[in-house]
């Protein structure tokens, strides 16, 4: 079954900590995204990245961070200069680029703080 | 710059009555135009897009849109609305001439009565 997986379902930072969130999608696409959702702010992005070892900043970039050394695998780094984390997370990929740019989604990390 | 709006934060509807949820778009050139559906704590769904061709697009669900490039509008409407189609829906927009990037808007929240 071809699809993306974000985990953990539920994740939890303390103060000061830095936190990883984990993307994988085995649908071969070359371009991955990370989002936050906020209620009632739709859906601002945080970073991108159309193919291997290359990522942009999105709008809200402040306060994380990510790699992309393989082409399955975009994880998310919230770190401590990110003053407000709580939010709903969600990894996005699409095909190449010429294909309508149809995104797939994971099913989202819901970041809390202790 | 790019925009989309979603005018109404929340669409009410009785069960088999059809329903319109709104959205318009301030883009250069011609869009790509993409409606995604989200039900609780899960991801987004595809639910239909514009490429070009026909201003109706049939999606997933019984779901259908109207582009109107005049009216810079891709409203999406179903002819008779079910309990199940509650959700929170978002309308997106992705430039065609290039680039990653996919803007979405603030989302609707769709309340349907039986």
């Known amino acids: 079954d071809g699809g993306i997986t974000q985990s953990p379902k539920y994740l939890f930072r303390k103060e000061g900590q830095n936190v990883t969130l984990s993307c994988e999608q085995n649908?071969?696409?070359?371009?991955m995204y990370w989002y936050r959702q906020d209620p009632g702010q739709g859906l601002r992005l945080i970073y991108y990245?159309?193919?291997?070892?290359?990522?942009q900043k999105g709008d809200i970039a402040e306060g994380y961070s990510v790699s992309r050394e393989k082409k399955e695998s975009f994880p998310l780094t919230v770190t401590s200069a990110q003053k407000n984390p709580t939010a709903f997370y969600l990894c996005?990929?699409?095909?190449?680029f010429g294909q309508g740019g149809t995104q797939y989604f994971g099913p989202g990390t819901r970041l809390l703080v202790l | 710059a790019q925009s989309v709006a979603q005018p109404e934060d929340q669409v009410n509807v009785a069960e088999g009555n059809p329903l319109t949820v709104k959205c318009t778009y301030s883009?250069?050139?011609?869009?790509?135009l993409f409606w995604y559906v989200q039900y609780p704590n899960r991801g987004l769904q595809f639910l239909l897009k514009?490429?070009?061709?026909?201003?109706l697009v049939k999606g997933s669900y019984g779901f259908e849109a109207e582009f109107n490039k005049s009216q810079t509008s891709f409203h999406l409407k179903k002819p008779s609305a079910l309990v199940s189609d509650s959700a929170l829906y978002f309308c997106?927009?992705?430039?065609?001439?290039?680039?990653?990037?996919?803007?979405f808007g603030a989302g609707t929240r769709l309340f349907v009565k039986a």
């Open positions: 996005a990929s699409t095909p190449s």
């Open positions: 649908l071969n696409h070359d371009a």
């Open positions: 990245s159309q193919i291997v070892n290359d990522f």
């Open positions: 883009v250069s050139g011609n869009p790509y």
């Open positions: 514009y490429i070009t061709g026909d201003n």
């Open positions: 997106a927009v992705r430039d065609r001439t290039g680039g990653f990037k996919t803007i």
